[in-house]
């Protein structure tokens, strides 16, 4: 027999191997990573996440008196390296990779966060849910320079050395 | 690694770079020498003249910050005895001149065009223009100089769209790319053909149209925000482009990354290795005019796609590496799996080959057309399934070994007939040969970590990170910053390989120029259209190329 017919025992053997999406499920395997889901009651609004992001698809910026941690699925490369770092757990791998949508607003997700106030100079530096943390982790902190900004921490901590000499 | 006899074979020219210089370095497995630009061409011909030795990769970098000037670096392998040799050239920074050595060494010319356009160094003695950066780029700024920043450049360039779309009162201009330059499958190219009658007399490549500033943009990242980056630079094998560059910050700060860590890469690698050949068969075969091909081969494909998604997290972009290991673990089921998919594919993939490759217009397509002899192979220091096609065994998994290659034991796939038949059984045996290793790695991969817990960046340290890419040798040269590279150059095989296209093309039929292009596997890919310029009639019209090829395979029918 010519070599090359054998193509056609080949075809006929296969059949059809094209699967009826969306009908037919699952597509991805267990390790595929999708879009991220972000835990709010985990969340601390510490920022790690948005440090590491490659294409900068998670964001931290205050509005008012909110911090917004804001993920932004048109720019995420599902590369999951938030979930990685983050020292919460507050972010978790979804197998969700349908994500068109008609409207861009879609595609935004915000976590909102109280922030706290400097006692000195009035700038809003951390959120209160990380200050929280915090405060609980370092128990002998001077109270009074917990809500200060790091730059006042700074002034108030060289003052008093300088006071002590 | 080598016996003795060969590493004596390159004596003679070690010693002689000794004397030269008295200012190097001798690192694990490099020589670096800092030699005044008044010599560089003396050595080049040294270099150049010594049988084995081969141009890897050419840097330039702005060192103005740290020592006072420009350099230039040219790294040269050995690929016998798996050394550098990397040629520092410090460079005035009020009158960077350096002389060019492409007349030397054939294989400079377009890193001394890409240095000369982002990073302002001159060469004399030959012509220059732009050749990277598009042509309404403005004058005298060069991108890679430390005195810009990645936003600077953003703010510096209006492109003539911005004037033009100002003047017909548009709110915006988008450049769509439709004619010569249709990136009907991957990426934006374009040949120009010079023919007589039906035959190809010379071609002319115009590339960069898609330049993405990458090296720039990772300067501004953190080291290890910079694999994913890498990753992009290429969308069917990004992997070995962060592999590269993890090993060579690896390299650079001397980390030493855990055995499981270096089996995990090269069992990936080899997954993307399989995955590409069998992409880069099915483009070949509907080049051919033979879309049973395509459609059988892709379809096996898919099988490694799933594979690679079950392994990584994902079908492309794995995003696996970061520097110091790997971030993914293979688990005994995972392995279990993927043996299973592997025996499936090998047997698959081998009979409906078989059939394929038999085809009579298939292989009439392919025997003696594209002929690349092994000479200028040599000399334009070319890489990957191209140069093992025409008879010379180089391949960066033997030549320079890298994870857990240095492990395993195996013969680079080789044929010496030199034409698109002998690149197609490379890739085709290429394929095979993945399939083995994977299971030899699989059988041999150690317990273990699968990354170190911690390294410290230190600036300027040097380090070169090579991979045996589908398509040949990616080389990244990373040197480092306090906390960004500050410097990372990336090469890509399609680089290297590209000036060959015009020597395979010569007096070739007009209808082998798309698989002869296609030949060493670009990694812009197929090309939707050329331009033919019939040199008697002055006539130039644009044909679709897969119209051109189909015309030669109706001839059969």
């Known amino acids: 027999m010519v070599k090359f017919v054998k193509v056609i025992p080949i075809a006929t053997k296969v059949g059809t191997v094209t699967i009826k999406y969306p009908y037919a499920k699952p597509l991805v395997t267990d390790s595929f990573r999708g879009a991220i889901e972000v835990n709010p009651s985990k969340c601390t609004g510490c920022g790690a996440c948005t440090r590491i992001c490659p294409p900068k698809a998670l964001s931290m910026s205050i509005e008012g008196e909110t911090a917004i941690l804001r993920y932004f699925i048109g720019r995420c490369i599902f590369c999951g390296m938030c979930a990685d770092v983050c020292p919460e757990k507050a972010i978790k791998i979804t197998k969700e990779f349908e994500l068109a949508s008609e409207q861009v607003f879609d595609l935004y997700v915000d976590v909102e966060h109280e922030v706290v106030t400097c006692k000195r100079c009035g700038s809003k530096f951390v959120t209160s849910r990380l200050l929280n943390k915090v405060e609980q982790k370092l128990e002998e902190f001077p109270k009074e320079l917990l809500y200060l900004c790091p730059r006042c921490r700074r002034i108030e901590m060289l003052s008093k050395q300088t006071y002590l000499r | ?557």
């Open chain 2, 1 to 557: 690694m080598e016996s003795l006899s060969t590493s004596s074979e390159f004596e003679n020219l070690y010693s002689y770079l000794k004397r030269f210089s008295d200012r190097l370095v001798e690192e694990e497995d490099n020589l670096r020498i800092v030699v005044e630009s008044e010599k560089l061409r003396e050595v080049a011909e040294v270099l150049s003249k010594t049988e084995g030795v081969f141009l890897r990769t050419i840097a330039a970098s702005d060192e103005r910050s740290v020592n006072g000037f420009y350099k230039m670096y040219y790294v040269f392998g050995i690929d016998k005895i798996h050394r550098n040799i990397v040629i520092e050239v410090p460079v005035d920074s009020s009158d960077p001149v350096v002389p060019s050595i492409t007349d030397i060494v054939k294989a400079a010319d377009w890193y001394e065009k890409e240095a000369h356009d982002l990073m302002g160094i001159k060469f004399s003695g030959r012509t220059l223009y732009k050749f990277v950066l598009p042509d309404d780029w403005p004058d005298n700024v060069y991108p890679l100089r430390k005195d810009y920043t990645v936003q600077d450049l953003v703010k510096l360039y209006r492109p003539e769209i911005v004037t033009k779309a100002k003047e017909v009162e548009a709110e915006a201009a988008i450049i769509i790319p439709i004619g010569p330059y249709h990136p009907a499958l991957h990426e934006p190219e374009y040949f120009e053909l010079y023919v007589r009658g039906e035959k190809v007399v010379d071609a002319r490549y115009v590339g960069f149209m898609v330049h993405r500033g990458i090296e720039k943009l990772a300067e501004s990242m953190k080291y290890d925000q910079v694999p994913f980056l890498a990753e992009r630079i290429c969308g069917i094998c990004g992997f070995v482009h962060s592999c590269s560059y993890c090993q060579a910050v690896e390299k650079a700060l001397k980390i030493p990354i855990p055995e499981r860590a270096e089996y995990i890469r090269s069992i990936v690698l080899e997954i993307e290795r399989i995955h590409s050949h069998l992409l880069w068969l099915g483009v070949a075969f509907h080049l051919l005019g033979y879309d049973t091909g395509f459609m059988h081969i892709w379809r096996i494909r898919e099988q490694v796609m799933i594979l690679a998604e079950l392994l990584t997290g994902s079908r492309k972009t794995y995003g696996l590496n970061i520097i110091g290991g790997v971030r993914r673990d293979i688990d005994r089921d995972k392995a279990k799996k993927c043996l299973q998919v592997l025996d499936n594919i090998e047997k698959e993939f081998k009979n409906f080959v078989d059939a394929a490759i038999n085809v009579p217009q298939i292989k009439s397509r392919l025997r003696r057309t594209g002929l690349l002899p092994k000479s200028e192979a040599t000399s334009l220091s070319l890489v990957g399934p191209t140069v093992r096609g025409s008879g010379i065994p180089r391949d960066i998994r033997k030549d320079y070994p890298y994870a857990a290659y240095k492990y395993i034991d195996f013969k680079p796939v080789v044929r010496s007939e030199c034409d698109n038949m002998a690149r197609t059984e490379v890739r085709i045996y290429e394929i095979f040969q993945s399939i083995e290793l994977v299971k030899n790695f699989l059988d041999r991969i150690p317990e273990g970590d699968i990354a170190v817990d911690s390294w410290e960046p230190e600036p300027y340290k040097f380090g070169i990170g090579a991979v045996e890419a589908p398509r040949g040798e990616v080389i990244h040269i990373v040197i480092t910053g306090r906390y960004s590279p500050y410097r990372w150059r990336a090469r890509a095989p399609t680089y290297q390989n590209l000036p060959a296209i015009p020597i395979m093309l010569r007096d070739i039929e007009l209808a082998d120029a798309p698989i002869t292009i296609a030949s060493i596997d670009p990694c812009f890919s197929c090309t939707d259209r050329a331009l033919i310029i019939d040199i008697s009639s002055n006539n130039v019209k644009s044909v679709p190329l897969n119209i051109l090829s189909l015309k030669s395979s109706k001839l059969f029918r």
